[in-house]
């Protein structure tokens, strides 16, 4: 049973890597082109964009790894299947939970990685790679913390707490300086409403000016503020909950929680980051029933071709239960795994459907 192992191992890994080379080379294509529209916008040259592309590569191979370990998988045991050596396998008296079993060991390597690509290295990459393409075009440098976003705008630096889902700005702190570098006005608005052309209207706005020898409080019903930020870019800027890694994950959920405001979207995310990993043991298990299917269904081509659906199958669900988490308000952990419960009882069923043919 070793030797098997070690070579289904064999097998799955390279036509997994064959199947991520070929998918990561086709969004990467997609990528650039995309981003050649961008080209010349501010100082965004290709060298940027090259650094784009190549930066979100990681978040890519996060997102296809259950897809390409699945189309990996069945590659690999078409293949099998093709020269009759699953047939070998089975006589000498390997059972399908048997497979199954070592499928899933196999298939273990792939959901560590999956795991730490998507805490570790994902994350960061992207946040860099959106940092620096919005400082390439606009000259806005950013960083998100704890305390909220703060933005860099020509001499000014900005900090606003909370970004609404309608580009609506709350607490919103404004810290003027001079050519000499010195602190000449602190604004402070409790929200803030774009308005058109780089223009925003603050309410509820409190000023506080440093002048040489005095400092003067006012305050403001409404103001007028023209920024460089617009809501396009903010939302570059700031890292959707789908992007940002478990951990950062759950600290800022504790944060929206003592602040009495809405976790939904962040739960489910956070939820998605635990169980996703082990969805690529559920799609390389739901490859295995297609053994079961010879030439006359398809051969190796028609089974890829039924991973392919079935990998954008899975993608669309999660998709689909994220959004009627969020709209019906379903407990997030539900919403998280019922995509990959779903697809674990379709592989049930099918080796069970398998066994009885």
Do not use: C
């Not at 294509?29 to 930066?55: C, P, S």
């Not at 690999?76 to 499928?103: C, D, F, H, K, W």
């Not at 940002?244 to 929680?257: I, K, N, T």
């Amino acid at each position: 049973m070793k030797i098997i192992k070690r070579y289904l191992s064999a097998e799955i890994t390279t036509s997994t890597a064959l199947v991520f080379a070929a998918l990561l080379m086709l969004l990467a294509l997609f990528d650039l082109i995309h981003e050649l529209g961008e080209l010349g916008k501010g100082g965004y040259r290709l060298l940027h964009i090259f650094a784009y592309v190549l930066l979100s590569v990681p978040g890519h191979v996060y997102e296809l790894f259950p897809i390409a370990a699945l189309i990996g998988t069945l590659f690999a045991i078409a293949q099998l299947v093709a020269n009759s050596e699953y047939t070998v396998m089975r006589v000498s008296g390997v059972s399908i939970p048997r497979m199954a079993l070592t499928l899933v060991e196999v298939g273990l390597v792939f959901s560590v990685l999956t795991f730490v690509i998507g805490e570790f290295i994902a994350p960061p990459a992207e946040q860099f790679a959106q940092q620096m393409r919005a400082k390439a075009i606009t000259g806005v440098i950013a960083q998100e913390f704890r305390s909220g976003l703060w933005v860099k705008d020509e001499r000014n630096f900005v900090n606003v707490a909370q970004v609404l889902p309608d580009s609506v700005l709350v607490g919103v702190k404004i810290y003027e300086f001079d050519t000499d570098h010195r602190l000449r006005r602190i604004s402070l608005a409790q929200r803030g409403e774009y308005q058109q052309n780089n223009k925003w209207r603050l309410h509820d706005v409190e000023q506080t000016n440093f002048d040489d020898n005095t400092t003067t409080v006012s305050r403001i019903a409404q103001a007028d503020w023209r920024s460089v930020l617009e809501p396009g870019l903010l939302s570059v800027l700031l890292l959707v909950p789908e992007q940002m890694s478990a951990f950062a994950l759950y600290s800022y959920v504790q944060h929206l929680r003592e602040n009495n405001q809405q976790t939904s979207r962040h739960e489910i995310a956070f939820w998605n980051k635990l169980i996703y990993p082990f969805a690529v043991l559920v799609m390389m298990v739901l490859a295995l029933p297609f053994a079961y299917y010879q030439q006359r269904a398809g051969g190796v081509g028609g089974k890829v071709f039924a991973g392919i659906m079935l990998g954008i199958g899975f993608w669309m669900l999660g998709r689909l239960f994220t959004f009627l988490g969020l709209l019906r308000d379903w407990p997030p952990f539900w919403s998280a795994i019922l995509p990959t419960l779903m697809f674990l009882t379709l592989a049930m069923v099918m080796m069970w459907w398998g066994e009885r043919r």
